[in-house]
């Protein structure tokens, strides 16, 4: 017996059993019904021009307030630590250069390979 005949077959058995039930009972069952059916979610209407829109509006609706203040917070703080840390960057090689313009080396020690060596020497007193 596949699904589709044992479902028909229950259909079929609880539509006999209706049959058999009280008047009394049938009251009860619809008042059941009813009362269930008025606590179901109710769809709302929203208006849509295209499937994106719907999509933007569904998202739009559903944000809280506190999601969007956390939201906007950590945007800052990445734009803050941005900047923040490419300000360090460019002081940090301002330094370097003010320290190499400001050294009276020749030339050729510039393209010197222990030159590297030395200017993290030199940083890090």
Not at 10 to 28: D, F, I, K, M, W
Not at 91 to 109: F, K, M, R, T, V
């Amino acid at each position: 017996m596949n699904e589709e005949h044992f479902a028909y077959k229950v259909r079929q058995h609880l539509n006999r059993g209706l049959q058999e039930l009280s008047p009394e009972t049938l009251e009860r069952l619809a008042a059941a019904r009813q009362e269930a059916l008025s606590c179901q979610k109710q769809t709302a209407s929203q208006s849509v021009l295209a499937t994106a829109g719907s999509f933007v509006q569904y998202h739009y609706d559903n944000l809280r307030i506190k999601q969007v203040l956390t939201a906007l917070a950590l945007f800052l703080c990445v734009i803050f630590s941005t900047y923040w840390m490419a300000e360090r960057d460019v002081d940090e090689l301002g330094a370097i250069d003010s320290a190499l313009l400001a050294d009276d080396l020749p030339i050729g020690a510039f393209t010197d390979k222990g030159f590297d060596a030395w200017l993290k020497r030199g940083s890090s007193d």
